[in-house]
Nanobody
Framework: QVQLVESGGGLVQPGGSLRLSCAASGFTFSSYSMRWYRQAQGKERELVATITSPPTFTIYADSVKGRFTISRDNFKNTVYLQMNSLKPEDTAVYYC????????WGQGTQVTVSS
């Protein structure tokens, strides 16, 4: 049974940091590209960051470049999203995605950036 379980969301002040985690099981994690998407209320889902299967490289949306860092631990079957210098416009539900010839999704974790 495939599972992607996100954690680490919450409420943070502007300029703060959060680290999201996504624990994967039920598929060959190291063979999949892993992605973080986000969806703000009333908006379409947006691709935020991608990390490929080894040899890994990373891709970021312009809106988060220089502030967010995606990483993966293929021994722990976990992907991370380190988010620094958070802005109110980063407020959204963040979703973990595994992509190869199929897509698997997590249930999402809420990130709220507000003073």
């Amino acid at each position: 049974q495939v599972q992607l379980v996100e954690s680490g969301g919450g409420l943070v002040q502007p300029g703060g940091s959060l680290r999201l985690s996504c624990a994967a099981s039920g598929f060959t994690f190291s063979s999949y590209s892993m992605r973080w998407y986000r969806q703000a209320q009333g908006k379409e889902r947006e691709l935020v960051a991608t990390i490929t299967s080894p040899p890994t490289f990373t891709i970021y949306a312009d809106s988060v470049k220089g502030r967010f860092t995606i990483s993966r631990d293929n021994f722990k079957n976990t992907v991370y999203l380190q988010m620094n210098s958070l802005k109110p416009e980063d407020t959204a539900v963040y979703y973990c995605n595994a992509h190869r010839n199929v897509d698997y999704w997590g249930q999402g974790t809420q990130v709220t950036v507000s003073s």
